[in-house]
């Protein structure tokens, strides 16, 4: 599955914007965070717990207190195209809970968070396609170098491959998984009841 499929659009705020616009807002559209955007590119994030740590926990006043003055710089960010596996694995390396998506353009499109992903990722997946490239080793004896994993949660066999490689182009952006891939493995996986 991708990003795009479940990230939620994205509901910025200014950099000038004063935190108690932003923390109405957090509360009037029920989310928990906010990229900071100018001309639809993102400075960073606002989250309710930057509001609640680095601005009401100090004693700062929430009406002169700007979004800039408490966002974390730089918001880590993935494609609208990525796997929700890379999304998880990028807020499992950087221990985030959000990522603001974005488009080829750099511009911000969504936001997609551990929650968002949890259900997902929580639904028994009995197979997975492993796509592989094969390398030559210094013998010249060929080894199989994984270039993705695409677990699939329903369907016969044959529905697993298809929607799997459909994942992988997308992912990839190619029209043909053969393009990056000398082949693939489908694998049966254990799921615990």
Known sequence: MLVKQIMHPAICVGPQDSLIAAARKLRDKKVGCLPVCVGGRA????????????AT?????????????????GA???????????????MQQFHVRRLVVLS???QV?????????GGFLSQPRPLEVV??????????HAH??????????RGSREEAVSAAI????????????????????????????
């Open 144 to 153: 199989r170098s994984e270039l993705m994993r695409v677990p699939i949660a």
């Open 57 to 73: 926990a100090q004693g700062r006043n929430l009406n002169d207190t700007t979004a800039r003055e408490v966002m974390t710089v």
């Open 109 to 117: 499109v969504g936001v997609i968070s551990a929650s968002d992903i």
């Open 166 to 193: 459909r994942e992988f182009e997308q992912s990839r952006h190619v029209s043909q998984w053969r393009i990056v891939a000398d082949g693939y493995e489908l694998v049966s996986v254990v799921v615990d009841p």
């Open 43 to 54: 400075l960073g994030m606002l989250t309710d717990r930057d509001i609640a740590v680095r």
């Open 76 to 90: 880590l960010s993935c494609s609208p195209d990525d796997t929700l596996e890379r999304a998880v694995h990028l």
């Open 104 to 106: 080829r353009e750099g």
């Open 131 to 140: 796509f592989y490239k094969e390398l030559l080793d210094d013998s010249g």
